[in-house]
């Protein structure tokens, strides 16, 4: 087995390699470069399952990418919101390209306050601060036109290509924590579960409101099989699908691999607290900022990154599994 974090300029992008299958979990930032990056580690084979674990585009660009490209992709996982988006998609198309130079901010009223409502029902805090509230949604709500639904658009576009080739699998964030297989296959969502079935959304409010809330929805799969160490995947998701609970943990086996939760930011530390196991290895990717690592994630003894906080260009992380140990030419992190 072998386990490699890919030199993207920005964001995430993971290949697993068992004795059987290759499997891809996100693309970075960059749509192209990546195929090229992804076929130095596979060669002429192709991708088993290829998993996008959320909209942001350090992890959505270089899934578009690959999916143009000409390798050949068994399976495609995606988050079931981009599916539950499709119908807006065509609708709001005029409204992506001329927002900046059109969208009159009143026509925004309406949906902000539908959007208020769902939160509350949500049960998620409703800020006091009126202005300060009604100012971030404005600016969510620019985002999800102008970014958000276009890249889906792009991302869902490029599966239609692939019609027929390629099998979509359509995965709902579970806001707790229960482990779902897929068929036979050895990943295992921890906070999402394939559905057949998406019910499309009720309203563009209720749309918009998963899409700002999508980091914390980020899907987050585990590798599981007999003879080797976990590899568990974090995506940018903060845990919080384990609950408040201090005793509801991700445990893990021995020496398994763990990507660092969001490139190690700050927002995401308690998952260190809520991921337990014995020796464990964090791989972190991503850009150099000063803000990442966060404390948390440089007290960690054993970790790798493709840039640290103390060198200037990108490196592969490269980890191979054999006889019960891991082996790697990478230096450790000197975050
Ligand atoms: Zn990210
Ligand atoms: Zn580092």
Same mark, same amino acid.
Not at 58 to 66: A, E, P, Q, S, Y
Not at 223 to 237: A, G, I
Not at 252 to 258: A, D, P, R
Not at 300 to 313: E, G, H, M, P
């Given at each position: 087995?072998?386990?490699? /974090?890919?030199?993207?300029?920005?964001?995430?992008?993971? +290949?697993?390699?068992?004795?059987?299958?290759?499997?891809?979990?996100?693309?970075?930032?960059?749509?192209?470069?990546?195929? /090229?990056?992804?076929?130095?580690?596979?060669?002429?084979?192709?991708?088993?399952? !290829?998993? =996008?674990?959320?909209?942001?585009?350090?992890?959505?660009?270089?899934?578009?990418?690959?999916?143009?490209?000409?390798?050949?992709?068994?399976?495609?996982?995606?988050?079931?919101?981009?599916?539950?988006?499709?119908?807006?998609?065509?609708?709001?198309?005029?409204?992506?390209?001329?927002?900046?130079?059109?969208?009159?901010?009143?026509?925004?009223?309406? #949906?902000?306050?539908?959007?208020?409502? &769902?939160?509350?029902?949500?049960?998620?805090?409703?800020?006091?601060? *009126?202005? *300060?509230?009604?100012?971030?949604?404005?600016?969510?709500?620019?985002?999800?036109?102008?970014?958000? !639904?276009?890249?889906?658009?792009?991302?869902?576009?490029?599966?239609?290509?692939?019609?027929?080739?390629?099998?979509?699998?359509?995965?709902?964030?579970?806001?707790?924590?229960?482990? @779902?297989?897929?068929?036979?296959?050895?990943?295992?969502? %921890?906070?999402?579960?394939?559905?057949?079935?998406?019910?499309?959304?009720?309203? %563009?409010?209720?749309?918009? %409101?998963?899409?700002? #809330?999508?980091?914390?929805?980020?899907?987050?799969?585990?590798?599981?099989?007999?003879?080797?160490?976990?590899?568990?995947? =974090?995506?940018?998701?903060? &845990?919080?699908?384990?609950?408040?609970?201090?005793?509801?943990?991700?445990?893990?086996?021995?020496?398994?691999?763990?990507?660092?939760?969001?490139?190690?930011?700050?927002?995401?530390?308690?998952?260190?607290?809520?991921? +337990?196991?014995?020796?464990?290895?964090?791989?972190?990717?991503?850009?150099?900022?000063? #803000?990442?690592?966060? *404390?948390? @994630?440089?007290?960690?003894?054993?970790?790798? =990154?493709? +840039?640290?906080?103390?060198?200037?260009?990108?490196?592969?992380?490269?980890? *191979?599994?054999?006889?019960? /140990?891991? &082996?790697?030419?990478?230096?450790? =992190?000197?975050?």
């Amino acid at each position: 087995m072998e386990f490699i /974090a890919l030199p993207v300029s920005k964001g995430d992008s993971f +290949i697993l390699k068992d004795d059987k299958y290759n499997y891809v979990v996100d693309g970075g930032f960059n749509e192209s470069g990546i195929t /090229a990056m992804v076929k130095e580690e596979i060669g002429e084979q192709d991708i088993e399952i !290829l998993i =996008c674990t959320h909209y942001d585009e350090d992890h959505l660009n270089g899934v578009i990418g690959l999916i143009k490209s000409t390798i050949d992709i068994n399976e495609i996982w995606l988050p079931s919101i981009f599916a539950g988006a499709e119908g807006y998609l065509d609708e709001y198309s005029a409204l992506f390209d001329n927002y900046e130079s059109e969208y009159e901010d009143e026509n925004d009223e309406e #949906l902000l306050s539908e959007i208020e409502d &769902f939160k509350e029902e949500d049960g998620i805090s409703v800020s006091t601060n *009126k202005r *300060k509230k009604t100012y971030r949604m404005r600016a969510n709500l620019r985002k999800v036109y102008t970014k958000i !639904l276009p890249r889906i658009k792009k991302l869902l576009e490029a599966c239609r290509q692939r019609k027929g080739k390629s099998t979509i699998r359509w995965f709902k964030y579970n806001h707790w924590h229960k482990e @779902y297989k897929v068929h036979n296959y050895p990943l295992i969502g %921890l906070n999402c579960e394939e559905v057949k079935v998406i019910r499309p959304y009720k309203s %563009l409010g209720a749309l918009i %409101l998963d899409l700002t #809330l999508i980091n914390r929805m980020g899907l987050v799969f585990k590798y599981e099989r007999k003879k080797f160490p976990n590899v568990l995947f =974090c995506s940018d998701s903060n &845990f919080v699908f384990t609950g408040r609970r201090k005793s509801n943990k991700v445990y893990l086996k021995e020496k398994s691999i763990v990507t660092a939760p969001h490139h190690g930011a700050e927002e995401n530390k308690n998952v260190y607290k809520k991921v +337990i196991g014995k020796s464990l290895i964090y791989v972190r990717s991503d850009e150099q900022t000063t #803000l990442r690592p966060c *404390k948390a @994630y440089k007290r960690l003894r054993l970790k790798y =990154c493709t +840039i640290c906080n103390s060198s200037s260009t990108h490196r592969k992380v490269k980890i *191979k599994y054999r006889s019960g /140990a891991w &082996f790697t030419m990478n230096r450790p =992190c000197r975050c």
